[in-house]
């Protein structure tokens, strides 16, 4: 079964609103979550990583006031991309690493389509 | 030049074939490799997961990571259509979600 959740699947918003997409770890806590960005035909792309009870890290060239990340718990994190823009459709992707398992394997959720109108 | 490199395909081949998707990289210091299974407009299925060199199986999956030579390989045995899909290979120098980089993917098509 799935061990990362992610909602919603599918996302159409107008050009300037906000969108908030959620990701939850089932199965485990998770203090860290990362986001990751894909456009058609490319690969993943890290955007930020969630820190729990703290600041996300965010990668270079990645917009912190546009992408707001809050990891308010150990099993949900959430990203929001504020004033959306039709440039910002995309698959948008987390991932986690459970703290508890050997091995700490990478799971990732079914990713979300946001497409700005 | 990319870190990793991974020919973007499409690979396209009949049912039962044997099917090798390679990558390369640059960094000596990666120690982890990984390949994902993504489905149109699906999340990354974690397929196989190594460390450092050698070879490791999975049902009709084989991974080979050739460390002295920067190569990795994805091996298929008598594939299916339901194997059709984009493969990513992804390598970390630790097990850290947040040093993980990906190739390009290769699209598969297994045609029946």
């Known amino acids: 079964g799935a061990v990362v959740s992610q909602h919603p699947s599918r996302v159409i918003c107008k050009s300037g609103t906000s969108v908030k997409i959620e990701c939850r770890s089932l199965?485990?806590?998770?203090?860290?979550m990362f986001w990751y960005r894909q456009f058609p035909k490319q690969s993943l792309m890290l955007m930020a990583t969630?820190?729990?009870?703290?600041?996300?890290?965010?990668e270079q060239g990645v917009e912190k006031d546009k992408f707001l990340i809050n990891h308010a718990s150990l099993t949900l994190s959430t990203l929001t991309v504020t004033s959306a823009h039709p440039e910002d459709s995309s698959f948008y992707i987390c991932?986690?690493?459970?703290?508890?398992?050997?091995?700490?394997?990478?799971?990732f959720g079914e990713g979300s389509w946001l497409t700005v109108v | 030049q990319k870190e990793v490199e991974q020919d973007p395909g499409p690979l396209s081949v009949p049912e039962g074939a044997i099917v090798s998707l390679n990558c390369t990289y640059s960094?000596?210091?990666?120690?982890?490799f990984m390949w994902y299974r993504q489905y149109s407009r699906k999340g990354p299925e974690l397929l196989m997961y190594?460390?450092?060199?050698g070879n490791k199986e999975d049902g009709r999956f084989t991974a080979q990571v050739d460390k002295s030579s920067k190569y990795i390989s994805l091996f298929i045995r008598d594939s299916q259509p339901s194997d059709s899909a984009t493969y990513l290979c992804?390598?970390?120098?630790?097990?850290?979600?947040?040093?993980?980089?990906f190739g390009g993917g290769t699209r598969l098509m297994v045609k029946p």
């Open positions: 991932s986690v690493i459970p703290g508890d398992r050997a091995g700490n394997t990478i799971y």
């Open positions: 199965d485990f806590q998770a203090t860290t």
């Open positions: 969630s820190n729990e009870g703290s600041k996300a890290t965010y």
């Open positions: 960094n000596s210091a990666f120690q982890y």
């Open positions: 190594t460390y450092s060199s």
């Open positions: 992804a390598m970390s120098p630790l097990n850290a979600g947040n040093m993980l980089t």
